[in-house]
């Protein structure tokens, strides 16, 4: 298939950052969970030939059993720009959240919530989009100091005097992975459902099994 990222002469990134500041101040970073959380669904975005694929997995938070797992394929129409990787990964995520049979309580998302230069990273637009709890788990950080790990295996994220995130250590000598609030969850919360779901691995459960269900649609198609 051919890649077709040439965007509209129209397109501006100012204005595209000035959106994701709007979009941002609709963010709810309190909890809108219910006190058990029964189903949680990790979300990952794979690439191939100009192919977009997005996988939805939803497990069991007690024995974390696969439930459900989705897949989305849809043309890449928006290029690799930093800082709007959102534009590029909302299509085929919402697809195959939309495909979810399984309406999960919480979605743990491979990508930056607030903890973003303009405060939307993935999985708070995201959240945004299908108005239900998100939290951002990324692999790198993209903007804002650590400051000091503390016993629990976590530090801050701050930009200024602003705390947008936590860095987490699953386990001495691992990388960390980099924690925000999504969308209807606050950071406390995302830090203890993080926690909860990042067990043998550096990412949390769901959405390693997301990023294999994802890469394993990309097998098919390479």
């Given at each position: 298939m051919k890649l077709r990222t040439k965007l509209s002469p129209r397109f501006s990134v100012k204005k595209a950052h000035a959106m994701q500041r709007q979009l941002s101040e609709r963010v709810v970073d309190e909890d809108r969970l219910p006190r058990k959380i029964r189903y949680v669904a990790g979300v990952d975005v794979a690439y191939t030939k100009g192919v977009s694929i997005g996988a939805a997995t939803v497990l069991d938070s007690d024995s974390l059993s696969l439930i459900e797992s989705q897949v989305a394929c849809c043309e890449t129409r928006f290029p690799y720009i930093p800082t709007l990787l959102s534009f590029r990964e909302i299509p085929p995520a919402f697809s195959a959240v939309k495909k979810l049979k399984t309406k999960p309580d919480v979605i743990l998302v491979d990508g930056q919530g607030i903890a973003h230069p303009y405060r939307l990273g993935f999985a708070a637009h995201l959240g945004l989009i299908i108005d239900g709890p998100t939290i951002g788990v990324a692999k790198n950080l993209l903007c804002g100091n650590v400051g000091s790990f503390n016993n629990l295996r976590w530090a801050p994220i701050t930009d200024g005097?602003?705390?947008?995130?936590?860095?987490?250590?699953?386990?001495?000598?691992?990388?960390?992975?980099?924690?925000?609030?999504?969308?209807?969850?606050?950071?406390?919360?995302?830090?203890?459902?993080?926690?909860?779901?990042?067990?043998?691995?550096?990412?949390?459960?769901?959405?390693?099994?997301?990023?294999?269900?994802?890469?394993?649609?990309?097998?098919?198609?390479?």
């Open positions: 005097k602003e705390v947008i995130g936590a860095a987490f250590v699953s386990k001495l000598g691992r990388k960390p992975i980099y924690v925000s609030v999504g969308h209807k969850v606050s950071l406390n919360k995302s830090i203890q459902i993080v926690m909860q779901f990042t067990q043998a691995y550096r990412i949390p459960e769901p959405i390693r099994r997301a990023h294999i269900t994802a890469n394993e649609e990309k097998r098919k198609i390479a």
